[in-house]
């Protein structure tokens, strides 16, 4: 063998050794990269979120049979309303071949759950980023039972009004001051509550005219209504308000947009 060739192959050796180390150096760089997976918490609900406290976990969902195993978790301060974005990362080592892998997360206000995921929901790992996570309100902590906060309008008497128009709202503070809008004008005034009673007085409105007949048919009978409701109710949930007359019949029903006590 002529030491020409010699060198060629002792070169294409070396080459080939080289190349076998940058693969296998590149393939261990993938897989210790931690994989992000990224998107939005979502609730259904029409109802505000004070400061809250957001936990992610992704979940081995492989075995039906036994309680998922957390793989990772990751918690986050929330002062946005939703969708409230989040991110978590994973070191690519813990994903297993064959196995099945779901996101579950929870909203906690004040430490207590307020929004669940209902099941953990499936997650590709092949797709990391637009995740949705939808969740729903945890029913066994009820709001409180209070007629402090701002509650929009679902019906007038029999009139249902979630039809996806703007409805009139009520703010009630603590300080016995109400505020407010009929949509067309805003309102103010004072109210009183004794038990399971209640009466408005003293509500003054703006005088701008409404857009069409409907809307002014709404504002005459929503100002009406707080003029001679009596008696106040809200659901087990702490979600809805029951504002009705002397006789119990339903005047005005209310569903709470925040719960935060207002000034």
Request: charged share 15%; glycine share 6%.
């Amino acid at each position: 063998m002529s030491l020409l060739l010699l060198r060629r192959r002792t070169t294409l050796a070396l080459s080939a050794q080289l190349l076998g180390c940058g693969f296998q150096s590149s393939r261990a760089q993938a897989q210790t990269t931690p994989l992000t997976l990224q998107g939005n918490l979502i609730y259904r609900e029409r109802i505000l979120l004070p400061a809250a406290r957001a936990e992610v976990r992704l979940l081995d969902v492989s075995t039906i049979s036994k309680a998922p195993a957390v793989i990772s978790t990751d918690s986050m301060d929330i002062n946005q309303q939703v969708p409230v974005p989040f991110h978590l990362s994973i070191n690519r080592n813990l994903f297993k071949p064959g196995h099945t892998y779901a996101l579950s997360a929870v909203i906690f206000v004040d430490g207590q759950p307020w929004f669940k995921t209902p099941s953990p929901a499936p997650v590709s790992l092949k797709t990391s980023k637009d995740i949705t996570i939808i969740l729903r309100r945890e029913v066994t902590q009820p709001l409180p039972h209070t007629l402090k906060g701002s509650w929009h309008t679902d019906k007038i008497g029999q009139t249902s009004l979630r039809d996806g128009t703007i409805t009139p709202t009520l703010d009630l503070h603590g300080d016995g001051t109400v505020s407010g809008s009929t949509v067309c004008n805003t309102i103010k005034g004072r109210y009183t509550a004794t038990g399971q009673t209640i009466a408005f007085s003293a509500i003054a409105s703006t005088k701008m005219a409404c857009a069409d007949s409907t809307a002014t048919q709404r504002e005459r009978a929503f100002l009406h209504s707080l003029e001679t409701v009596k008696n106040w109710e809200i659901s087990s949930q702490g979600e809805i308000l029951t504002l009705s007359n002397q006789a119990k019949e339903p005047l005005l029903v209310f569903h709470r947009q925040s719960h935060l006590p207002l000034k």
